[in-house]
């Protein structure tokens, strides 16, 4: 029986380093979450969920543009401005339906991620039974990473301080990693980082 998975888009941030929305920012022919959510379309992923908090009423505009027929919806964070990423997560996983598996959890602001190494992770879930699939680059973690239903109310039940990294580390032996390019650790923070990496 094939395994479903659903990519969740996390792209609530305020941008507030960038001093604009970045998810709406020019990138090639789309914008910076159009790219992303297009690398994710062709992966093989089931449905994308973008969790959307600062602009938010943009942002889902521009998802549902880019995404077309594919099955998208959004989820807005209402705690975006003080929850951090796992609050953001939280409300992505809260809002998935009884058929999905297993989440890839993505990066709104990671236009530069290769759909080789989402593929990798993908192709590692269909032939191993780890419950959590994580891609590295000279020993670093990076995004999409995966993780199976079962963990799942783990992630639910965190509460600050502890984070997603404290998560992962709770996790440490059970996590298969997967070598990828170095587009897995690369997102837009700031002005320069945008200009540099634009095409």
């Known amino acids: 029986m094939a395994k479903t998975i659903a990519a969740l888009i996390l792209a609530a941030g305020l941008s507030r380093r960038m001093g604009k929305p970045k ?5 090639g022919a789309t914008t ?3 790219q992303v959510i297009s690398t994710f379309m ?6 994308i969920i973008v969790v959307t908090g600062g602009a938010h009423e943009a942002v889902q505009l521009e998802a549902e543009r880019v995404a077309k027929a594919f099955r998208l919806s959004c989820v807005h964070n209402p705690q975006f401005e003080t929850g951090e990423m796992l609050s953001s997560l939280q ?3 809260a ?3 009884k058929q999905v598996d297993s989440v890839l959890v993505g990066l709104g602001d990671q236009p530069q991620l290769s759909l080789g190494a989402v593929s990798k992770v993908v192709s ?3 032939t191993s039974p780890a419950d ?3 891609p590295s680059h000279d020993m670093r973690r990076g995004h999409p990473w995966l993780v199976q239903r079962n963990l799942w109310e783990q992630i639910l039940a965190l509460e600050p301080p502890l984070t997603l990294r404290d998560f992962l580390n709770a996790h440490a032996g059970d996590i298969l990693y997967v070598e990828a390019d170095q587009s897995i650790l690369k997102d837009l923070d700031t002005p320069e980082e945008y200009q540099r990496e634009k095409p």
């Open 23 to 27: 998810m709406l920012l020019p990138w």
């Open 132 to 134: 959590l699939i994580v």
């Open 124 to 126: 590692a879930y269909e």
């Open 32 to 34: 910076v979450l159009g």
């Open 91 to 93: 409300c992505g996983l």
């Open 95 to 97: 809002s998935l339906g």
């Open 42 to 47: 062709q992966s093989g992923v089931s449905e």
